[in-house]
Structure formats: C-alpha cells, structure tokens
C-alpha cells in the first residue's frame, strides 16, 4: 500500500540567520491551517494576537484563528483598514491598546497576516510591546513573501516621510502559503515580480530562468523559496543595514522613490515605480559599470514579460523627477550612493556617480 507523505515533509523550509538569531521561513500550500501547530515549539502564550487587515482577515483569519486554538492558544484578531494608510502612529497605537485590552504580556506573541501592510506595523508593535515580544509573519501578498516579512525591519510612516519610526525585530517564524496568492490581484502581484526581478538582477542570475519557467508552470513554491534565499543571504550579511552589504536591495529604488514622489504617493504603485527605476539603474549600469547591451535588454524584457512597465506614461510630469531625485536623502554633496549592476546576478554601491549621469537616463525612460 502506497502511504501518502505527510504534506510537511514537502514543505521548503529556508534557514534564516540575522545577527544572533536564527529562524526559519517555511513555503509552501496549506500553511494557513498549521500556523498553530508549527509556531507551538517556538513560543510560550498562552496569548496571542492575530493582526490583519479586513481584506485578509476576511479571507485567511478563521483558518489561522482555529489552528491557533487547535494549538491550545487563547487568540484575539485585530484588523486594520487595508492600505498603506493603516500604517501610522495612531494605527499603532490602537493596535498596542487592543493587546493590553485582550491581556497580552510579555509571554505572549503577534501573528502578522497580510501584505506588507499588517507585517511591517505588527512587527514594529511586536518589537516595541513589553519592550519586544515575539512575532510570526504570515504574508499573504508576494511582495510579503519575498520581500517585506524577511529581515526583520518593521515601521510606521510619519506625515514627515515613509518608514521613519521602526525597528529591526526579527519575527521567530515565516510562513508563506503560497495558495493564499491565489485571490491577489494582477496588479499586486506585479509588486512582488519587481522584487524578484531586481533580486534576479542583483544576486542570482538564474532566476531569470526560473521565471521563464514559472510563466509555464506557476510554481510559486520554487519562487518564492529561491528569492526568501536571496534576500535572507543579503540581509545575514548586513542585518542592521550598517555595512551598505544591505544597500543594493535599494537598486532601482533611487530613481524609483523619486518618481513615486513625482507621480504623487498611489498614483502608480511602488512596484511600477521600482520597474521604471530599474530601467534607469540598467541604463547608468551600461554607461559606468560596464553592463553589456545585451543584458539590460534581458532585464528589460524580463520586466515587459511580468506586465511592468519600461516607459514612463506620456502624460507624467517629468520636470519634477530631479527635484525629488536631489530631495533624496541619500544624495550628497551633488553625489548619490547608487547602485549598479556591472553584470546580470551582481551589484555593488558606487558614489561615483552625479545627479546629471542619473538624470540623463530618466530622460530616455
Ligand atoms: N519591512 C520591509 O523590509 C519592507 C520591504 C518592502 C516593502 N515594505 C512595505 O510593505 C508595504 C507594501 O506591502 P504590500 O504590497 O504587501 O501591501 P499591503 O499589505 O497593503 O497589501 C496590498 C493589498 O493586497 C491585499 N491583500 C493582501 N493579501 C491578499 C491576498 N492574498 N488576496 C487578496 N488581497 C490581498 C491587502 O488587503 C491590500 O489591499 C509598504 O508599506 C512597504 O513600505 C516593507
Ligand atoms: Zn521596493
């Protein structure tokens, strides 16, 4: 008689070492119901907070709010309204009181589930709680997947600018289930393509291959796996972003964040605006990192291939690029720190470029 494998030994499970800690991220279908079971070894309670917004508290809670119980934890669910709104002070606020209304302590634990939304402000509610209780991230968008739930930087935004009050708290567990992308919309899927592109760009050129393939079989387990490797070895390296190892998970962000700001925050989303920096990156890559023609060209098409746009739209108010470029933090003294890939798979950081050389290859966007 055939026995069927349990569903867990089929489950890939990435080794995540940051600073001292070491954790796992966990990819894979049906993880939702086993969000209890699998934090069980790892965390006291017996309370727990699962923190979502109404969007993904309305599709995924109950699963994770019964294997909670299953597990014998008493659990609460908070929710947020969805988008990046939520992500403030107040929001954190009314966060924390809900957990010491529902008798969190400092044995207790967060489930963060959702995009990167609920992940980066229950991580930082995590971090800050009983001056830091652990936490689980439970992303449900593949930017999350990918991206925002790994590494440990969580944050609210200040009406001063995004990401200004945060932490680097690192969660106890990653559970990716990749069914849950199957309800996400085309345009948020494209957010996390952008990711996997600029990490395919600046780590590991063989991911182009992977996701030629991934466009016949949809595989997201292999996908997402692959790129939580990549970022997880970028962030070991550099876990509180110190030694600018860290920094080139910023390529394509540079020009991407000043054309956000020119477009006015929502009017494209930060994924678009990461593709059209991405194509400005490859252009100054070309022109001082020895990028060869034909790569930029892969990655080009890489982009166009994931619905991303390569050009900016013929309406865009172009003059206010290079202003919000030179608002840049990171320029100084007329110089960015900018990030180059001098070949397909690798980047490195380079102040050796001007604003001018920048701007030169937005106005072929
Ligand atoms: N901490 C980090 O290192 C890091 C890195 C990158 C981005 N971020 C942050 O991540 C945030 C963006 O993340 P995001 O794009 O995941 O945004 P998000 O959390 O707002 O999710 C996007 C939308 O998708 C919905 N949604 C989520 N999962 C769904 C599903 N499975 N099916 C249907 N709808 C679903 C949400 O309700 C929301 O409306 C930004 O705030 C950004 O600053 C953090
Ligand atoms: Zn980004």
Redesign the pocket.
């Known amino acids: 008689m055939l026995v069927k494998p349990s569903p867990l030994t089929a489950l890939n499970r990435v080794g995540i070492r940051a600073g001292e800690q070491c954790y796992d991220a966990i990819v894979g279908p049906g993880l939702l119901d086993r969000v209890g079971k699998l934090v069980a070894p790892l965390v006291r309670g017996p309370r727990c907070a699962v923190v979502a917004?109404?969007?993904?508290a309305a599709?995924?809670a109950a699963r994770v709010l019964r294997s909670l119980t299953e597990a014998s934890y008493q659990r609460t669910l908070i929710t947020l309204a969805?988008?990046?709104e939520?992500?403030s002070l107040e929001q954190l606020g009314a966060v924390c009181e809900q957990m010491a209304a529902a008798g969190l302590d400092r044995t207790s634990f967060l489930v963060a589930l959702?995009?990167?939304?609920?992940?980066?402000l229950a991580?930082f509610a995590a971090a800050i709680y009983f001056r830091g209780i652990p936490y689980v991230q439970v992303?449900?968008?593949?930017?999350?997947q990918v991206?925002?739930?790994?590494?440990?930087?969580?944050?609210v935004?200040l009406p001063a600018g995004?990401?200004l009050l945060?932490a680097v708290h690192q969660p106890v567990l990653i559970l990716a289930d990749t069914d849950?992308?199957?309800?996400?919309?085309p345009r948020?899927l494209s957010?996390?393509f952008a990711?996997i592109i600029k990490h395919a760009i600046i780590a590991d050129a063989s991911l182009f291959a992977l996701l030629d393939s991934f466009a016949r079989n949809r595989n997201f387990t292999e996908l997402v796996r692959r790129n939580i490797e990549i970022k997880a070895s970028i962030v070991a390296q550099d876990e509180q972003d110190v030694t600018g190892a860290r920094a080139i998970l910023n390529f394509g962000h540079t020009v991407g964040h000043a054309i956000e700001r020119a477009a006015g925050y929502g009017a494209l989303?930060?994924?678009e605006a990461v593709s059209l920096g991405i194509v400005a990156a490859c252009e100054v890559s070309v022109r001082k990192a020895g990028l060869k023609e034909a790569e930029r060209a892969k990655a080009i098409s890489m982009l166009e291939a994931f619905d991303l746009p390569t050009k900016l739209p013929p309406d865009f108010p172009r003059q206010l690029i290079l202003p919000a470029l030179r608002a840049d933090k990171k320029f100084e003294r007329g110089q960015v720190r900018f990030v180059v890939t001098p070949a397909l798979g690798s980047a490195r950081l380079t102040s050796d470029i001007s604003v001018e050389e920048i701007a030169a290859a937005i106005e072929l966007l």
């Open positions: 917004d109404e969007n993904t599709l995924f969805p988008g990046e939520s992500k959702g995009g990167g939304v609920p992940g980066d991580g992303p449900t968008t593949l930017l999350a991206d925002s739930s790994i590494g440990g930087k969580t944050a935004n995004k990401n945060g849950s992308l199957q309800t996400l919309p948020e957010q996390g990711e989303a930060h994924g």
